[in-house]
T-cell receptor
């Protein structure tokens, strides 16, 4: 399978615990995004990486949230001291980036299946 | 602030009937526009995109959308829906270099 993968698919945790999610993007994609999706809402942007550099973070990303992409390949999203309000689907997407002329595929994000977090 | 509005949270329709899902975005100099479909417990799949050129864009599964700059709209249409089209549909806009904004989604419920 050459798509975006996310692990785990489901995570149930108790309030106050730390959780970490992993995203493996499509191998040639240097852009990686994290989104949060709550029931009845569209995906909300959390953060964005170009290679290993985290270039943008949303105000939604409190200091309990941290994301890394250490080698410019896979990425992890950690939530510390989870709260019930953190319960959501966490989506990862990747995109091809190019320094040349933008092409159709340059603009397209490919999404993973998501990690559903439930905080009890 | 940039925004994407999907006016209809749910759209019920009978099988083989036409459907239109509406999307409006806040004005900007240039935008890239997308429609995604999400089936239960799955990630988002791209249906179609508008980058430039012809304002009528055709996508997968018989869907099409029309970019209307003056009305800042990008409505999704299908002339004849199938039961398998039952899913949630999201409109998305890319304004700046990297950031994507999504609407709140429209649930399409196709009835037999």
């Amino acid at each position: 399978d050459t798509g975006v993968s996310q692990n785990p698919r489901h995570k149930i945790t108790k309030r106050g615990q730390n959780v970490t999610f992993r995203c493996d993007p499509i191998s040639e994609h240097n852009r990686l995004y994290w989104y949060r999706q709550t029931l009845g809402q569209g995906p909300e942007f959390l953060t964005y990486f170009q290679n290993e550099a985290q270039l943008e973070k949303s105000r939604l990303l409190s200091d309990r949230f941290s994301a890394e992409r250490p080698k410019g390949s896979f990425s992890t999203l950690e939530i510390q001291r989870t709260e019930q309000g953190d319960s959501a689907m966490y989506l990862c997407a990747s995109r091809r980036g190019t320094s040349g002329r933008a092409t159709s595929s340059y603009n397209e994000q490919f999404f993973g299946p998501g990690t559903r977090l439930t905080v009890l | 602030a940039q925004s994407v509005t999907q006016l209809d949270s749910q759209v019920p329709v009978f099988e083989e009937a036409p459907v239109e899902l509406r999307c409006n975005y806040s004005s900007s100099v240039s935008v890239y526009l997308f429609w995604y479909v999400q089936y239960p417990n799955q990630g988002l799949q791209l249906l179609l995109k508008y980058l430039s050129g012809s304002t009528l864009v055709k996508g997968i599964n018989g869907f099409e959308a029309e970019f209307n700059k003056s009305q800042t709209s990008f409505h999704l249409r299908k002339p004849s829906v199938h039961i398998s089209d039952t899913a949630e549909y999201f409109c998305a806009v890319r304004y700046n270099f990297n950031k994507f904004y999504f609407g709140s989604g429209t649930k399409l419920n196709v009835k037999p």
